[in-house]
Structures are given as C-alpha cells and as structure tokens.
C-alpha cells in the first residue's frame, strides 16, 4: 500500500469523493499536508465594555498602534504594560449594542465611525484624544478612503448613499464644492461594506456590488458602475480586502471579488456547512479578518451550540495562497477576531511586568513578544486582548473514504502517520459497500516501537482519521502509510 494523503477539507462535497472529507480541525492549510494551529491566550487588562471594533494603524518606522471602541469609549492600547488608555473626546459615545465602530487612517489620522455619533479623528502619531473630525461632515456607519478623499458610506440619512470630503482635505464635507461631493444610489438596497484603494473603490451592497472610480479631470469627480446584480453581501464585518482580492460573506456563500464574476472560494466545499451551522439572524455578525504573513482569511461566527450572545465560537480559515479551508474550534468564546501587535519585549521588559517567566502565556521566541509584525489576535469574553500564539490546539485530521485494493475488500492492521508530532492516536473507519454507514473502530496510541497505529479494519471502503493532542509541538502532517492488504471477496 502507497501513502494516502490527508484530503481537502470540503464537508459538502460527495462522500465518494475520496480527495475531500468532512473533518480538518485546528491545522493551518500547507503544501500537500497541514502544520499546527497555535492556541489563544489573553495577554491585556480586560477593556471596560464589550469590543465593538478595532483597528491597528501604522505609526511610524514598522510600529503600529491598536485602537478599540466600545458602547461608549475609544481606547488605544499600551503594549508596554498591556493596558487600554481612554482617548475618547469628552462625554463619550452611545453606539448601540447591534452595531460596530468602522475605521480607516489617512496619512496620520485615524477617522472612525458608530453610526450615531459624530465622525471622530486622532493623530497617532500623538494620540491623545479623539475629536470631532467636522461639523459639516454626516454621521455613517461605514468610512474609507478613495484616493486623496475620506468617504463615508451608509449615512443615516440615507442607508444607499455615500458621501466624500474635499480632495486632500477630510474635514471639509461641503457638496459641490472643493471637489467635495455625495451620491444616493437608486437601487442594490443598503450598503453592507466599503473597501477603497488609490484610483477606485468597490461598494457591497445588500443585492448588487458597485465600482467607483477617481474622475477628477471632469465636474463628477467619481463615476459609479453597478458591476453585480442580484448578489450582494449580507455581513459588513465579513469584507476584508487584501493584496489578492476583496473577500466577502454574500447570502449563499463566501466569495472573492473578481470583476465581472465573483469568485465563489466555498462553492461545493463549505457553503451549505457553514449556513447550516448559522442561524440566518447571526450571519449579519460574521467577523472577518486576515493574516497577511500566512496568506490567510479568517471568519468568525457563532455557531447553533454557542447560546451567548455577541460572540463567536468557531472560525472558518481560508488560505488564499494554497486556496484550502480548515475550520478551527479555539475552545475559547471570542468577542472580536482581529490584527494586532504588542510593543516588542525583552527579558527586562517582561519581567516589569510582574510575569514569571514560567508563567508567560507564549513562548519567548513568539510573534506576540517581538513586537511590529501585525498578527491574528482576538478578544476573549472577558474582554481581554489575545494572540492566537500559544501551544499548538488539538489537532484532528482524515482522509477521505477509499478503496485500498480496487475492487475488492481489504485488511488493514494498522497505519503510520506521516508527521513530526511526538504523540499521535488513531483510528480507522470501515464499510462494506458505498451506501453503508461508517463503523469507527477504536482509538489507539502510535506504538513507540514501530510508529505503527494498531487496528484489525476488514472492508471495502477505509477511511483514517488521527488526533494530535493539545499542547503536542509539531509542524507538518501530510497522510497515512496503511499497513494490510487484500482480503477477497464476499
């Protein structure tokens, strides 16, 4: 018998499909296998209130600053003793409870939004508190930047309009003058997301997507072309723009913007899963964001077993540079799912903070200590900033069902997995026609011996799955060496 890979994680694909099941947990996506998923542990002072946003703005020479708005504040973060520090303008804010604060930097100037309150700006550069961006400028749910102009998108006046500043000027928001402008589309229904660039932007709406483009040698100053009909997206958080496209939750599916035709990346792989394991009321608060250092897109939502409110219990990995999903279970309720950095530490610097070393929550090689580099990070339920950087989680993986001998019923005895993890258990799954239900045979340890996983699995049909316990350090898995042969016939 040959090396059988571990298959694609698509659980909508057909089970007679032996390059595709249905489990792939906790592992990041690799090159003909998957490497370990790192844990997530909280490293900050808890924030007052529930998250409701945050961004991590460039600062200056490859440093960054996170900012987190909440029901009624704007916090920056201090990564040198891993507390939030109150920058908002006096008296606060009221965003209410179903909605999110939306940001986007403009040279130094971080611009941000709930919806109901004025439009606020701070300088991070020196962030000392936020303030009224402008009196003239509308309130909105959505901001961005198109070109030199800040945009704002679902006003309150109006949820399919979209309103821009003067050129190079975000604070003057006088129509028609200063190249100053708005535009209310006619139809596409509300605005769900924004995601602007140098020379255009693309607009999601709930039943179109739109194109914007720069027109400054005209008196329009941007032209609008509805590219999509009758395919929107239904989740505002879900937009996450990269270096390789916009990707997006639509009301079937997940996608990739690519003009004229959507991409559509879960199409006969995850699709049906992911809306079958969502009530239609969560889909709205599908969060996404990215991993730009492994090429990932993540998306979290609360699954039909998670009962608390504003939160999120699984996360859907989609890795744009290998085009693979994983889904991963963290075993920690989450609030947000974000990018974010922490000052770079010493060992001086980590012992101010009154951790013992041997208690620190990463190792002392992680991305979460050096400081710089953005990486995945996410809130916990009692509201604490975390990085997804500790030991890897509990690994499970299979192999889709397959004949090992054509035609014919095999034996198998046991199989070797081919990994670098210390400590692998494993079991094998057997049937007798395609039709049948899957018999799992129990679970057994790899002998330290032979690597040999035992098992006594007679049938036509196998299919291998193995689990790597929590806290096991490894960093590649790619399939299984069966160890049996043909049986005959019956």
């Known amino acids: 018998m040959t090396l059988i890979q571990f298959a694609e994680y698509a659980p909508d694909r057909s089970p007679f499909d032996a390059n595709f099941c249905d489990r792939i947990e906790n592992c990041l996506p690799i090159s003909g296998g998957y490497g370990p998923f790192p844990a997530f542990s909280p490293i900050s002072a808890p924030l007052p209130e529930r998250p409701q946003g945050s961004y991590l703005a460039y600062v200056i020479n490859g440093n960054y600053q996170l ?19 109150d920058v908002s303008k006096p008296g606060g804010y009221a965003t209410p409870e179903s ?43 959505q901001v961005g930047t198109i070109g030199d102009f800040v945009m704002l998108a679902h006003l309150n006046t109006s949820q399919r309009m979209v309103q821009w500043s003067g050129l190079n000027q975000p604070q003057f928001w006088k129509p028609r003058q200063r190249s100053s402008d708005f535009q209310e589309f006619p139809d596409g229904g509300e605005i769900m997301g924004f995601a602007g660039g140098v020379n255009g932007c693309v607009i999601f709406h709930a039943e179109s997507v739109r194109e914007g483009r720069l027109a400054l040698d005209t008196s329009m100053v941007m032209t609008f072309q509805q590219t999509i009909t009758n395919h929107g997206c239904m989740a505002p958080q879900s937009v996450v723009a990269t270096g390789s496209g916009i990707f ?35 889909i709205y608060n599908v969060y996404g964001s990215e991993d730009p250092n492994r090429k990932i897109v993540y998306w979290a939502y609360r699954s039909l077993e998670n009962p608390k409110n504003n939160s999120y219990d699984k996360v859907l990995l989609y890795h744009y540079g290998i085009n693979r999903w994983s889904l991963i279970k963290p075993g920690t309720i989450m609030t947000g799912l974000v990018e974010a950095t922490a000052a770079p530490f010493t060992l001086d610097s980590l012992s101010s903070l009154g951790i013992p070393l041997d208690q620190l929550p990463y190792s002392l090689d992680s991305r979460a200590w050096s400081g710089g580099t953005p990486a995945i990070a996410a809130f916990d339920t009692d509201f604490r900033l975390g990085f997804f950087s500790g030991d890897p989680l509990q690994a499970v993986l299979q192999t889709g069902d397959g004949e090992l001998t054509t035609g014919r019923r095999s034996f ?15 079991r094998v799954a057997v049937k007798d026609s395609a039709g049948a239900a899957r018999t799992w045979l129990p679970e057994a340890d790899t002998s330290a011996r032979t690597g040999l996983i035992p098992a006594r699995a007679s049938g036509r049909f196998h299919r291998f799955e193995v689990t790597i316990p929590a806290g096991t350090i490894w960093t590649a898995v790619h399939g299984v060496d069966p160890d049996g042969g043909e049986e005959g016939q019956q």
């Open 99 to 141: 909605e999110r604060w939306s940001f986007v930097q403009y040279g130094s100037w971080l611009i941000a939004t709930n919806g109901v309150d004025p439009v606020q700006y701070i300088d991070v550069a020196t962030p000392l508190q936020f303030a009224d961006l402008s009196a003239d400028a509308p309130r909105a749910r």
């Open 248 to 282: 997006y939750l639509s009301d079937d599916g997940f996608y990739r913007y690519n003009n004229p035709v959507p991409d559509g990346i879960g199409v006969e792989r995850i699709d049906n899963t992911f809306l079958n394991d969502i009530s239609r009321q969560e």
């Open 67 to 85: 900012f987190a708005g909440t029901k009624s504040k704007l916090f920056k973060f201090d990564g040198a003793q891993l507390a939030w520090i």
């Open 412 to 426: 198998v005895r046991g199989f070797r997995p081919l990994a670098d993890a210390p400590a692998i258990k494993g």
